[in-house]
């Protein structure tokens, strides 16, 4: 069975940093693309960031881009999103993604299985 | 950037009645569409994948049509557990994009 477990979530302070992490089992992980996803409260879903099976290339949401970081561990079945110079509009739930494919096409796959999210508030 | 319009943004329908919810891309991504369902308090769930391919497991009474730029998501008999908010997801090309969500209700 398919599981992937977010944690890191948290209260942070503006201009802070969160570093969320995706623990993945079921599937070979190091065979599939996987993705991060946040929705705000009461909002719809927003596509944050990207990476490749192989880790070889890594893609950004512009509102992120420059501030977060994706990345992954194959040897321990983990995806990370280091978080940095938070801002109010980034509080959300962060949901990890399992993609239905590797992703090494260069194209973004759809998304197959997906976490139960963690909840990130940024606040003073 | 790729821009995904779904409408309605809101229906409200009865049980048994057939609903079509759709999803307009700002340009071409030939069948690259997928539909999710999300309720309350859950993560979203993979309905229909490459524009019309139905996900296992999922009810065939979800179905999904459509190309290029203008997408379809119909149930054809409304039932209680249908009850959610459906997206659409474009994944021709990075940034991946989401519409901003259909909620059906029932009466």
């Known amino acids: 069975e398919v599981q992937l477990l977010e944690s890191g979530g948290g209260l942070a302070q503006p201009g802070g940093s969160l570093r969320l992490s995706c623990a993945a089992s079921?599937?070979?992980?190091?065979?599939?693309?996987m993705t991060w996803v946040r929705q705000a409260p009461g909002k719809e879903l927003e596509w944050v960031s990207g990476i490749r099976s192989d880790a070889g290339s890594t893609y950004y949401a512009d509102c992120v881009k420059g501030r977060f970081t994706i990345s992954r561990d194959n040897s321990k079945n983990t995806l990370y999103l280091q978080m940095s110079s938070l801002r109010a509009e980034d509080t959300a739930m962060y949901y990890c993604?399992?993609?239905?494919?590797?992703?090494?096409?260069?194209?973004?796959?759809?998304?197959?299985?997906w976490g139960q999210g963690t909840l990130v508030t940024v606040s003073s | 950037d790729i821009q995904m319009t779904q409408s309605p943004s809101t229906l409200s329908a009865s049980i048994g009645d057939r609903v079509t919810i759709t999803c307009r891309a700002s340009q071409s991504i030939s069948g690259w569409l997928a539909w999710y369902q999300q309720k309350p308090g859950e993560a979203p769930k993979l309905l229909i994948y490459k524009a019309s391919s139905l996900e296992r497991g999922v009810p065939s009474r979800f179905s999904g049509s459509g190309s290029g730029t203008e997408f379809t998501l119909t149930i054809s008999s409304l039932q209680p557990d249908d009850s959610a908010t459906y997206y659409c997801q474009q994944y021709k090309s990075y940034p991946v994009a989401f519409g901003q969500g259909t909620k059906v209700e029932i009466k």
């Open positions: 993604a399992k993609g239905y494919s590797s992703g090494l096409t260069g194209s973004p796959p759809d998304f197959d299985f």
């Open positions: 079921g599937f070979t992980f190091s065979n599939y693309a």
